[in-house]
T-cell receptor, first 115, second 111 residues
């Protein structure tokens, strides 16, 4: 069974540009989560999508947005890139969308570098 | 939100040694996961263990929910065990879906 996949593996952008990151969940999983791992800041929760709806959002500015498609894949968009957006972006998926008990399975990540 | 503290922050071992990593959390949880982050950044699921004890090969984990801590045991360490180990929790009754992560334990195993 294929795990969570993410693309691209690496992404290099310049300040002010937009970045689009993609995630495909494990087959049968309906929930997708996005996390940011920036140097020195640990793993920070960004967004949770379930059945096409945004269910929760972390403490990030509105220029971080996303969506979930009917096939449950997801896209994270970061507008007006800033240097501090450079980080590893990790996507996870889970099966039931139960907020407090689901096991989350992570993809390999997209490393975003903003120059 | 719930606070998660991991100790020690760094651990250096000789191959073959055993180790214990600790995770303390500040509130009741329904979800506790242990991960190993490999050198390429991927988080590998080790255990889903909100309570009780589980074993998988050389790794085992115990969560004492009433005392709000979890332990990850690694026996007969190998160089491939190197990396960062994270504990992550979801507080009981949460509707937010988010995992709260500790800062991790950086494990280095030397041959």
């Amino acid at each position: 069974e294929a795990g969570v996949t993410q693309s691209p593996t690496h992404l290099i952008k310049t300040r002010g540009q937009q970045a689009t990151l993609r995630c495909s969940p494990i087959s049968g999983h309906t929930s997708v989560y996005w996390y940011q791992q920036a140097l020195g800041l640990g793993l920070q929760f960004l967004l949770w999508y379930d059945e096409g709806e945004e269910r929760n959002r972390g403490n990030f500015p509105p220029r971080f947005s996303g969506r979930q498609f009917p096939n449950y894949s997801s896209e994270l968009n970061v507008n007006a890139l800033e240097l501090e957006d450079s980080a590893l972006y990790l996507c996870a998926s889970s099966f039931l969308g139960l907020a407090d008990t689901d096991t989350q399975y992570f993809g390999p990540g997209t490393r975003l570098t903003v120059l | 939100g719930i606070q998660v503290e991991q100790s020690p922050p760094d651990l250096i071992l000789q191959e073959g040694a055993n180790s214990t990593l600790r995770c303390n959390f500040s509130d009741s949880v329904n979800n506790l996961q242990w991960f190993h982050q490999n050198p390429w950044g991927q988080l590998i699921n080790l255990f889903y263990i909100p309570s009780g004890t589980k074993q998988n090969g050389r790794l085992s984990a115990t969560t004492v929910a009433t005392e709000r801590y979890s332990l990850l045991y690694i026996s007969s360490s190998q160089t491939t065990d190197s990396g960062v180990y994270f504990c992550a929790v979801v507080d009981r009754g949460s509707t937010l879906g988010r995992l709260y992560f500790g800062r991790g334990t950086q494990l280095t195993v030397w041959p």
